[in-house]
């Protein structure tokens, strides 16, 4: 049945860099996810965790990878951050979920496109809950939470919680001249004062938090996608919130903020 269902509808399966990619034929948007969902049942089922690229729709390959086992649970990180930020509860969710956790593009695995918008990064996340074959529980945490709001508008989810979305309902939600600051010091290659900046100017980050910050496994990570971050800045404050957008959304949506949690 594997041999069967990899021949019949993939046209190709390759591996490169740990990533498992599956280019599908057909062109109807339903049929691609529906075989691209069998395929991955089966490999998942074969090894876990796995590595799986989904191709956007304008090419880029943005990988996912799998693990744990129950209902589908779709994690989708924030600005200045990569999949690894989910490290301290995977162990945790992947008891109870199949956890599908996205690396947005730009990061790690996954490929870049040459422009960038939130609209791009929805569609990214559309083709990652288009192929799991039924609708997903979905995590969206940041710039994430944003996305996620976005993708529940047109696609079926069995709930979603965003964690502190950066929705500038009460202004700029990056003080003046963090953009220019960050290009400045991207354009002198001091990659990971873009990230300090960040966590100082942005987050308000004092000295202990941002050396804890600094100590986690996640902070390389961080530093290599602090390029990413001038572009997340455009998006957010370019983003207006309109509730009545949502209007037609029947998904539970749960809205979390915090800062006391160690």
């Given amino acids: 049945l594997e041999d069967e269902l990899i021949e019949r509808f993939a046209g190709r399966v390759g591996h490169h860099d740990g990533v498992v990619r599956f280019g ?7 049929r691609r996810s ?3 969902g069998r395929v991955q049942a089966w490999y998942v089922s074969t090894m876990s965790p796995a590595l799986v690229a989904s191709r956007a729709n304008d090419g880029t390959e943005v990988a996912v990878e799998i693990a744990g086992r129950g209902p589908p649970l779709v994690l989708v990180h924030g600005t200045s951050s990569s999949a690894a930020r989910w490290q301290p509860v995977r162990a945790r969710l992947e008891a109870s979920f199949t956890l599908y956790v996205v690396e947005r593009r730009g990061r790690g695995a996954s490929g870049d496109g040459t422009e960038h918008s939130l609209g791009l990064e929805v569609d990214d996340l559309a083709g990652v809950l288009g192929s799991i074959g ?8 940041s710039f994430g939470g944003l996305i996620a709001l976005e993708a529940v508008r047109a696609h079926a989810m069995r709930a979603l919680v965003v964690y502190e979305p950066p929705i ?4 700029p939600v990056y003080p003046d001249g963090a953009l220019a600051r960050f290009e400045a010091l991207l354009e002198s290659g001091r990659d990971e004062e873009v990230v300090v900046s960040f966590f100082r100017d942005v987050l308000r980050a004092d000295d202990a938090m941002l050396a804890r910050t600094r100590s986690l496994p ?4 961080r530093v290599r996608a602090a390029r990413t971050l001038p572009r997340e800045v455009r998006a957010t404050d370019g983003y207006a919130w309109d509730a009545r957008r949502f209007a037609d959304v029947s998904t539970h949506v749960t809205f979390l903020f915090g800062g006391d949690s160690g």
């Fill in 34 to 36: 529906a075989l691209w």
């Fill in 24 to 30: 599908l034929r057909g062109d109807h948007p339903s």
């Fill in 218 to 221: 996640s902070w390389p990570s």
């Fill in 134 to 141: 039924s609708p997903a529980f979905v995590i969206g945490h």
């Fill in 168 to 171: 500038p309902v009460r202004g």
